[in-house]
């Protein structure tokens, strides 16, 4: 499949007014406080996308646009300390997190399976969620993801994340080529200042990250990974997975932005995967990595 071939399947407003009337703003009470998030399409199939730790919920925008047209249901929470949701108590860890935003799911998808789709921090959280829930979680999506604490200063991995997301958000709308200038184009509505609560509790969740998964973790999981990502090592990351029997990792030129650059082949990906349980096509600039 061309970029060209992705970029025809896309509306000419990626994000028109009449999809951002479809899209539900709702609260769900968790035992930890009330948690964010928008909803659109009453598809069978559901999606619930978790954002990282620089990324905010309605970045989500054009998942939504894409998605929702195509039978999905779509979901994209605020985790807890960003937007709307709540804030979190002194000492709050990614343990805490995983426990709330389990609750959460419990709430909005009851006994329908999902899949997960976990970008950076958020990939390691829909690991362990789908760890703790394997009845509610049927695939796993997960984009760059952080799934070991970040070694050395977190400043410093955080200045390297912004710059490398601002080069990738850049180059990303300015690349031209077959349907690569639409998909550089939509890349503008992405990028945005996450709105915490408070850094310091921020620090502790990524401080405290730790993912499980063993041999027995059998959901079908697809991995994609940005080969100059600054903060998120491919090696490290990989080295790790090699403990899920079931996965599929994807190599694309980039940084942890590595989306920004290749928006539309990502969400065919996307859909291509949840509905085969695998990818079916050859997407332009995919390399997979044998582990």
């Known amino acids: 499949m061309t970029r060209k071939q992705i970029a025809s399947r896309v509306p000419r407003r990626f994000f028109s007014d009449r999809m951002r009337a479809m899209v539900e703003e709702k609260f769900v009470e968790t035992n930890f ?33 894409y998605l929702v047209p195509r039978g999905f249901r779509v979901l994209s929470p605020s985790l807890p300390g960003y937007g709307p949701s709540f804030t979190p108590r002194e000492g709050f860890t990614f343990a805490d997190t995983v426990c709330s935003m389990g609750e959460y799911l419990d709430k909005v998808v009851g006994g329908q399976r999902v899949t997960l789709v976990g970008q950076s921090m958020g990939g390691a959280l829909a690991l362990e969620i789908a760890r703790k829930r394997a009845d509610q979680v049927d695939k796993i999506i997960l984009d760059v993801p952080l799934l070991t604490p970040i070694e050395g200063s977190i400043f410093l991995a955080a200045v390297r994340l912004m710059g490398g997301l601002s080069k990738d958000y850049v180059l990303g709308f300015l690349s031209t080529g077959n349907g690569h200038k639409k ?38 999981t697809l991995v994609f990974f940005g080969e100059n990502d600054p903060v998120v090592k491919v090696e490290k990351q990989t080295a790790f997975l090699k403990n899920i029997p079931n996965v599929d990792v994807r190599l694309f030129s980039g940084g942890h932005g590595w989306f920004y650059r290749w928006r539309l082949t990502r969400l065919a990906m996307i859909e291509d995967f949840c509905l085969n349980g695998k990818l079916t096509e050859n997407y332009p600039g995919s390399k997979r990595i044998s582990l």
């Open 33 to 65: 406080g009330r948690i964010y998030h928008q909803e659109a399409g009453k598809g069978g199939s559901a999606l619930i996308f978790l954002h990282g730790g620089f990324h905010i919920s309605n970045g989500f925008a054009p998942e939504m646009s």
């Open 183 to 220: 998909e550089g184009r939509v890349a503008k509505n992405e990028l945005r200042w996450p709105h915490y609560h408070s850094y310091k509790r921020l620090l502790n969740v990524v401080k405290t990250i730790e993912v499980s998964v063993g041999m027995d973790f059998v959901n079908p």
